[in-house]
């Protein structure tokens, strides 16, 4: 098949003209004009919307195209296109149709160029915003012009979509061999490359006034990182608001961590009608014997304190783990009764001491005592039954946040989840909000209030990383169904997760402005990005945050690379989420696609650490 020769000049769109007038391309004979950087933003703006056009952009488009148009939103993502390479290219240059240009691109990056090539050639016309955005931003990034009345023509013609693939086809592999196989897709699974496979996500994200993470004082914690002070939100802050989100939306499948299991299994024995001293005996006595030690004491004040008896450790088990182990018990209640009698000499006397509530011997002797004296009433059998309870075989929020239960050999489950405290960008200076309760019920005759009170607080733009070992939740959960879904639940909770310190006081519910997904073979945290604080620039913290983290990325892509020039990575792929940040001229992450939907750069990548 032959490539139609694209439109002359002096037959190029109208639209196309305008766009160059835009771009500041100068008239023949004429010198170049400065573009106008704020009108190719607005066009550019159109990528980011799911219905292809930006109401900026209308302003521009509306006299060329309307909602009668068949080729309506072609045209509006064309405009997006031009915008998006002529934000860091100067036009003017003779171009090349968008075939021949990756083929340009594939003499010194064919990994990336076989890989654009083939999600245009597989992508149907409705769905060719992603891929087209993908290769233009490639093409962009190493400089390389394009003919942009030829794209018009393959965008905007009435042709059907088959022939413009096969003409993209044509020209990319018109003076190459014809492959043996379709293009590489990097979408091979961890075990066959054979290699660690890493999911990263980076985020930067602006919290207004906030105390997203208190420390003893009740002051936002901070941290000095460059020698200058910054915000800081835990890491344990934020897992712990990560795994109730997954709780909530599949319980199920996620466990329980609490030091009252034995409280628990006593209630579930009340309720089948055997008394609560007796039934808290016996479950301490169980949970000693199986290795923890246990305590009774006060807990509570005032008129709901109470006697309780709880672990000394967290444990992290099922949610069904009390019921289970109260079923036991009820099952073999005599047995169990007289053993726990034995275990205690008889008397029964420790249930309410206030102190190790099992035995008067040393933590360790009790537990060793407990066990023999469970196996010589149940056998080694029931005991390992038992001990089975507490395994964590298929939750997901043990095998993403691992669990550290030493009691119990072989208990320990190594996380497949690192996540980094998060910090601000920049330095930051505590605000303090004075305030005042007035009581409605004062006399009219008295003035004052009924309380004075002083909070700080503190704003700004964080970092937030996480890394996920994909083999690590592979050895754990086994299925690939699970480990998908415990990696998109992950994702999900990290895209979207919502503090709550302080937030009936402050409503801190943003959502990250830039997102960064990669699959790596080795983590890689990008926070030395901002050992130099950022300064506020044209589009404040946000976009200043955005470009040193750009910057630091692509220094360190291609100081990581291997000779034959691949990234250290297997993808990229990011999500620029808000204005300032898009407005950057020429911001660009290397060997990165860009993907308009947070959520689609999170799968995306995960398709290719899966497979």
């Given at each position: 098949m032959t490539d139609p020769a694209a439109?002359?000049?002096?037959?190029?769109?109208?639209?196309?003209?305008?766009?160059?007038d835009?771009?500041?391309?100068?008239?023949?004979?004429?010198?170049?004009?400065?573009?106008?950087?704020?009108?190719?933003?607005?066009?550019?703006?159109?990528?980011?919307?799911?219905?292809?056009?930006?109401?900026?952009?209308?302003?521009?488009?509306?006299?060329?195209?309307?909602?009668?148009?068949?080729?309506?939103t072609d045209r509006y993502l064309f405009a997006a296109l031009f915008a998006l390479w002529h934000t860091s290219n100067a036009p003017g240059r003779p171009g090349r149709r968008l075939?021949?240009?990756?083929?340009?691109?594939?003499?010194?990056?064919?990994?990336?160029?076989?890989?654009?090539?083939?999600?245009?050639?597989?992508?149907?016309?409705?769905?060719?915003?992603?891929?087209?955005?993908?290769?233009?931003?490639?093409?962009?990034?190493?400089?390389?012009?394009?003919?942009?009345?030829?794209?018009?023509y393959d965008l905007c013609g009435s042709g059907p979509w088959l022939e413009?693939?096969?003409?993209?086809?044509?020209?990319?592999?018109?003076?190459?061999?014809?492959?043996?196989?379709?293009?590489?897709?990097n979408t091979v699974t961890p075990s066959r490359r054979g290699a660690q496979v890493i999911v990263e996500l980076h985020a930067l994200q602006y919290f207004p006034v906030n105390n997203l993470n208190r420390d003893d004082t009740g002051a936002p914690k901070t941290t000095t990182l460059g020698g200058e002070t910054r915000a800081r939100w835990s890491t344990q802050s934020q897992k712990r608001l990560m795994r109730e989100a997954i709780m909530k939306t599949d319980?199920?499948?996620?466990?329980?961590?609490?030091?009252?299991?034995?409280?628990?299994?006593?209630?579930?024995?009340?309720?089948?009608?055997?008394?609560?001293?007796?039934?808290?005996?016996?479950?301490?006595?169980?949970?000693t014997a199986l290795g923890f030690q246990t305590e009774r004491d006060d807990y509570g004040q005032g008129p709901d304190a109470r006697e309780g008896t709880r672990t000394n450790v967290l444990i992290f088990c099922r949610t069904d783990s009390a019921a289970r182990f109260a079923a036991f018990l009820h099952e073999h209640w005599a047995q169990a009764r007289d053993a726990a009698a034995a275990f205690q000499g008889g008397s029964g006397g420790a249930r309410s001491r206030r102190r190790t509530a099992t035995a008067d011997a040393e933590p360790q002797d009790a537990r060793k005592v407990a066990r023999a004296q469970f196996e010589t009433t149940f056998g080694q059998k029931t005991f390992d039954s038992q001990r089975?309870?507490?395994?964590?075989?298929?939750?997901?929020?043990?095998a993403l946040f691992g669990r550290m239960l030493s009691e119990l050999p072989g208990a320990n489950v190594d996380a497949a989840v690192n996540v980094a405290h998060a910090v601000t960008t920049h330095t930051i200076n505590l605000d303090f909000d004075y305030y005042t309760a007035i009581d409605d019920g004062t006399p009219k005759d008295l003035a004052g209030v009924g309380m004075i009170g002083v909070q700080p607080y503190t704003s700004g733009v964080y970092y937030r990383y996480l890394s996920?070992?994909?083999?690590?939740?592979?050895?754990?959960?086994?299925?690939?169904?699970?480990?998908?879904?415990?990696?998109?639940?992950?994702?999900?909770?990290?895209?979207?997760?919502?503090?709550?310190?302080?937030?009936?006081?402050?409503?801190?519910?943003?959502?990250?402005?830039?997102?960064?997904?990669?699959?790596?073979?080795?983590?890689?945290?990008?926070?030395?990005?901002?050992?130099?604080?950022?300064?506020?620039?044209?589009?404040?913290?946000?976009?200043?945050?955005?470009?040193?983290?750009?910057?630091?990325?692509?220094?360190?892509?291609?100081?990581?690379?291997?000779?034959?020039?691949?990234?250290?990575?297997?993808?990229?792929?990011?999500?620029?989420?808000?204005?300032?940040?898009?407005?950057?001229?020429?911001?660009?992450?290397?060997?990165?696609?860009?993907?308009?939907?947070?959520?689609?750069?999170?799968?995306?990548?995960?398709?290719?650490?899966?497979?």
């Open positions: 439109p002359a000049a002096s037959s190029s769109p109208p639209l196309l003209r305008y766009l160059l835009l771009a500041g391309a100068p008239p023949v004979g004429r010198r170049m004009v400065l573009p106008d950087r704020s009108g190719l933003a607005q066009l550019r703006r159109s990528l980011s919307y799911p219905d292809g056009i930006a109401p900026d952009a209308v302003l521009h488009l509306g006299r060329f195209t309307g909602p009668h148009d068949p080729h309506e075939g021949s240009a990756l083929r340009q691109l594939a003499q010194t990056d064919a990994r990336r160029a076989d890989t654009q090539m083939h999600r245009l050639l597989t992508t149907p016309r409705r769905y060719i915003a992603v891929p087209s955005r993908a290769a233009v931003s490639a093409l962009a990034n190493a400089a390389i012009p394009l003919h942009w009345a030829g794209l018009y413009t693939q096969r003409r993209w086809a044509h020209q990319y592999w018109s003076d190459q061999r014809a492959p043996s196989r379709a293009p590489a897709v319980p199920d499948r996620c466990g329980t961590r609490t030091r009252w299991l034995p409280e628990h299994v006593a209630a579930f024995l009340v309720g089948q009608g055997h008394p609560y001293d007796e039934a808290v005996s016996m479950a301490a006595f169980l949970f089975r309870v507490l395994d964590p075989d298929g939750l997901i929020d043990i996920l070992d994909i083999e690590t939740l592979a050895t754990r959960l086994g299925d690939p169904d699970q480990v998908r879904y415990a990696a998109e639940a992950l994702g999900r909770t990290f895209l979207h997760l919502r503090p709550r310190a302080k937030a009936t006081n402050s409503a801190p519910f943003t959502r990250p402005g830039l997102l960064l997904a990669v699959a790596a073979t080795a983590p890689h945290n990008l926070a030395s990005a901002f050992v130099r604080p950022v300064e506020p620039g044209r589009g404040g913290l946000l976009a200043a945050s955005a470009d040193a983290l750009a910057r630091h990325w692509n220094s360190y892509v291609r100081g990581y690379s291997t000779p034959d020039g691949q990234p250290p990575f297997r993808d990229a792929r990011y999500s620029i989420l808000n204005p300032d940040v898009d407005d950057l001229p020429d911001l660009a992450f290397d060997h990165a696609d860009p993907v308009t939907l947070a959520d689609k750069t999170i799968s995306a990548v995960l398709d290719s650490a899966l497979g």
